[in-house]
């Protein structure tokens, strides 16, 4: 699923501006699994934003509203019906939900409410690891269903480098185990071992090392 995770209160305050009253969208689809967009997370914000304007002086008028996902147009009647009624739109759902949005509602502001991270899994409760970086070109069928352009730091694509330990753990960091190890050992122990001969064209990758969200109100459950 597709990992998000809330940007600074202050970010989305700039950009409301003197925007006037507010509806805070939120989405039933995947920023809802991965606990930063779905209808807690917009009940949560529409109060964190009274606060902040209360605060300051001022009062912001901002209701909520949950649709099941903010990417497909089926869910949209009960938006089309209310979305006259404010100045702007923040969207809780990740980058193409706020796409899909503002396309549909071309005159009104529709605003971020998240930053759309990675694709990948829960580990724990509020925890998330990328596991695709949607490249355009799987090779999981041929590598054990181990992803090596975002389980490797290298993202090499043709076996591992020079710096696997003997424990088989990355030159990287050694709580993260090597890819092409983990590919070895599930290959072989599928009898599909020669598949890791097999060559394909070098890419030119950047920016490839794993990411990881702990989600804010989490960080302390795990230590971090």
């Known amino acids: ?4 995770h809330r940007k600074p209160l202050e970010e989305i305050v700039e950009m409301l501006g003197q925007l006037n009253p507010v509806l805070v969208l939120g989405c039933g689809g995947c920023t809802s699994i991965c606990l930063a967009g779905g209808q807690r997370e ?3 914000l529409a109060a964190d934003l009274r606060e902040d304007y209360g605060n300051r002086g001022g009062q912001l008028e901002v209701n909520t509203y949950t649709i099941e996902r903010q990417c497909n147009a089926d869910f949209f009647a009960d938006i089309d019906r209310l979305a006259g009624d404010y100045q702007a739109i923040v969207s809780t759902a990740c ?4 796409q899909f949005v503002a396309e549909r509602y071309p005159r009104l502001p529709v605003l971020p409410a998240l930053n759309t991270d990675f694709v990948g899994f829960d580990k724990d409760v509020g925890w998330y690891e990328e596991n695709c970086r949607t490249c355009g070109d799987c090779v999981l069928g041929e590598t054990g269903g181990i ?3 975002t389980r490797c730091a290298k993202s090499l694509f043709n076996g591992p480098c020079g710096g696997t330990r003997a424990d088989g753990t990355c030159e990287v960091d050694p709580d993260i185990p090597c890819a092409w190890f983990e590919i070895h050992k599930r290959l ?5 071992l020669e598949l890791i001969t097999r060559v394909r ?3 030119e990758w950047q920016n490839q090392i794993r990411r990881t969200v702990i989600q804010e109100p989490y ?5 971090k």
Do not use: K, S
Request: net charge positive; proline share 7%.
């Open 42 to 44: 917009a009940e949560q």
């Open 219 to 223: 960080r302390e459950r795990y230590g």
């Open 1 to 4: 699923m597709i990992i998000a």
């Open 188 to 192: 072989r122990e599928q009898g599909r």
């Open 95 to 98: 980058g193409a939900g706020v």
């Open 201 to 203: 064209p070098a890419r």
């Open 147 to 149: 992803c090596p352009v």
